[in-house]
Nanobody, 126 residues
Framework: QVQLVESGGGLVQAGGSLRLSCAASGRTFSSYMMSWFRQPPGKEREFVAAISRLGGTTDYADSVKGRFTISRDNAKNTVYLQMNSLKPEDTAVYYC???????????????????WGQGTQVTVSS
């Protein structure tokens, strides 16, 4: 069982920055592919970013490329999402997710992830 706890959400003005954190339980964090998804109000959950086990490979949704950065610290069992140049359309509940299966391909579909956090609200005002 893997437990994920997100933090760092809040209210920010357009153009501002936030850094989300996701702390994971367990002693095998470095074996998990990790990702961030978000769910805007009234919409379905969507992929934001993913990172490989050792952090050498990342993937981003087109809507956040150049503005968001995913990273991880395996010594701290934590994955981060640095969000810069925030826009009102970034408003959503942000979730981290863990893929604990074998394989080397970063995944962008929610159903491919095994464990989820409870989410943290990010609100960007115009």
């Amino acid at each position: 069982q893997v437990q994920l706890v997100e933090s760092g959400g809040g209210l920010v003005q357009a153009g501002g920055s936030l850094r989300l954190s996701c702390a994971a339980s367990g002693r095998t964090f470095s074996s998990y592919m990790m990702s961030w998804f978000r769910q805007p109000p009234g919409k379905e959950r969507e992929f934001v970013a993913a990172i490989s086990r050792l952090g050498g490979t990342t993937d981003y949704a087109d809507s956040v490329k150049g503005r968001f950065t995913i990273s991880r610290d395996n010594a701290k069992n934590t994955v981060y999402l640095q969000m810069n140049s925030l826009k009102p359309e970034d408003t959503a509940v942000y979730y981290c997710a863990a893929d604990v299966t074998a394989g080397w391909t970063l995944k962008s579909q929610a159903h491919e992830y095994d464990y989820w956090g409870q989410g943290t609200q990010v609100t960007v005002s115009s």
